[in-house]
């Protein structure tokens, strides 16, 4: 089973700029899988944020396009982890959530139903 540890959130004030990182460790059960991340604040549902193939291919959710971008490195042997990062620029206060590093089948992912989550990271942004 892959396991995913995220890192990088905080508290900033709007404006400010964040990195978040995710790193999947464990042996893999998936060839070439995509990564991707979620956020969830309080009162509300789960939300997709954005998605990045093996190959690199991205896809992101209306409200952060232009503002955050996602990045991976693919780990090239064994014993490397495969790494995902979210830079986020231009922070909100709306972007406050818990946010979730996902692997898994490219549309699982997309859709909300990856393989394997992430414990999440705290992002709060201040007004």
């Known amino acids: 089973q892959v396991q995913l540890v995220e890192s990088g959130g905080g508290l900033v004030q709007a404006g400010d700029s964040l990195r978040l990182s995710c790193a999947a460790a464990?042996?893999?059960?998936?060839?070439?899988?995509?990564m991707g991340w979620f956020r969830q604040s309080p009162a509300k549902e789960r939300e997709f944020v954005a998605v990045?193939?093996?190959?690199?291919?991205?896809?992101?959710?209306?409200?952060v396009k232009g503002r955050f971008t996602i990045s991976r490195d693919n780990a090239d042997n064994d014993n490397a982890k495969n790494t995902v990062y979210l830079q986020m620029n231009s922070l909100k206060p709306e972007d406050t959530a818990v946010y979730y590093c996902?692997?898994?089948?490219?549309?699982?992912?997309?859709?909300?139903?990856?393989?394997?989550w992430g414990q999440g990271t705290q992002v709060t942004v201040s007004a």
């Open positions: 464990g042996p893999t059960f998936l060839d070439h899988y995509a």
């Open positions: 990045i193939s093996y190959s690199g291919s991205t896809f992101y959710a209306a409200s």
């Open positions: 996902a692997a898994g089948n490219g549309p699982d992912v997309l859709g909300g139903t990856p393989q394997a």
